[in-house]
T-cell receptor, first 113, second 113 residues
């Protein structure tokens, strides 16, 4: 399968714990995006990378959130001191530089209890 | 990015054409119209995009009005697997274009047997 891969698919954590999600984009894609989706809403942009550079961050990305893409390949999204409001689906997408279509992964569903 | 307006929900009979409207009256000359869909518990899937000419691919057809203020996504022979939330997005592309997709609420399309 050469699509966007996300791991884990589901994560249940206790409030206050740290969690980390991984995204493996399509191998030749330069751009990688993170989105968050809560129940009944469309996905909301969080941040994006061009190669290893993080070029834009949404105001939704509080100080407890950090994303990295150290070698311009896979990316991680870490949430520190999780809160119940962080419960959502976290989606990763990738695209070619200047290409138009973004391809999404299946997402990681986070539940904070 | 321009705002889009879509009906909240629609129904269509299996085997019939599903026509999903989208209004984007404030679209700019350099903005494309994109359609994505999201099947329950999966990541969004790219369907089609266009600038001003009608477009067709293996999944759907996109009809854009001459003034570009509205468009219609057509699924020619809807199947039960086409039941999903459909998002219409307008976005400028290229070096100066928007780097992210801005999702609205979308249209929940239900295909009935």
């Amino acid at each position: 399968d050469t699509g966007v891969s996300q791991d884990p698919r589901h994560k249940i954590t206790k409030r206050g714990q740290n969690v980390t999600f991984r995204c493996d984009p399509i191998s030749e894609h330069n751009r990688l995006y993170w989105y968050r989706q809560t129940l009944g809403q469309g996905p909301e942009f969080l941040t994006y990378f061009q190669n290893e550079a993080q070029l834009e961050k949404s105001r939704l990305l509080s100080d407890r959130f950090s994303a990295e893409r150290p070698k311009g390949s896979f990316s991680t999204l870490e949430i520190q001191r999780t809160e119940q409001g962080d419960s959502a689906m976290y989606l990763c997408a990738s695209s070619f530089l200047l290409n138009t279509e973004a391809f999404f992964g299946q997402g990681t569903r986070l539940t904070v209890v | 990015d321009a705002k889009t307006t879509q009906p909240t929900s629609m129904d269509c009979a299996e085997g019939r054409a599903a026509n999903l409207p989208c209004n984007h009256s404030t679209i700019s000359g350099n903005e494309y119209v994109y359609w994505y869909r999201q099947i329950h518990s999966q990541g969004p899937q790219y369907i089609i995009h266009g600038l001003k000419n009608n477009e067709t691919n293996e999944m759907a057809s996109l009809i854009i009005t001459e003034d570009r203020k509205s468009s219609t996504l057509i699924l020619p022979h809807a199947t039960l697997r086409d039941t999903a939330v459909y998002y219409c997005i307008v976005r400028a592309v290229g070096i100066q274009g928007a780097q992210k997709l801005v999702f609205g609420q979308g249209t929940r399309l239900t295909i009935n047997p």
